[in-house]
């Protein structure tokens, strides 16, 4: 399965707020916290988000016609995106499986 040796890095910003990202085992980052968190254990909660069957994910393509995604709470809140752009939107999509998205 892709991204089974991934790592998850969980850190503060120059901001003081908590952040996580993931890492794929060649050190590439493979996706990251949307936005800071005051405590970390709500930083984990998103980090530890999984497959939530309410969440709404969007694939579109920027304005340098990259392919990228984005992940939203059923409140409308984004709580996941990519952290790069893809020239495929199956490459998008295959790094947003990676995060819980499945099509």
Known sequence: MAGENDKFEVYQD???EW?????????????????????RSDCE?????????????EFYQDKRSEW?????????QVVGASSEGYDKRADAEANAARQGWSA
């Open 14 to 16: 120059k901001r003081g």
């Open 68 to 76: 990228r995604w984005r992940r939203k709470a059923s409140n409308g």
């Open 19 to 39: 952040r996580w990202r993931r890492k794929a085992s060649n050190g590439r980052i493979v996706g990251a916290a949307s936005e800071g968190y005051n405590r």
């Open 45 to 57: 909660a998103n980090m530890n988000r999984g497959a939530v069957p309410s969440d709404k994910w």
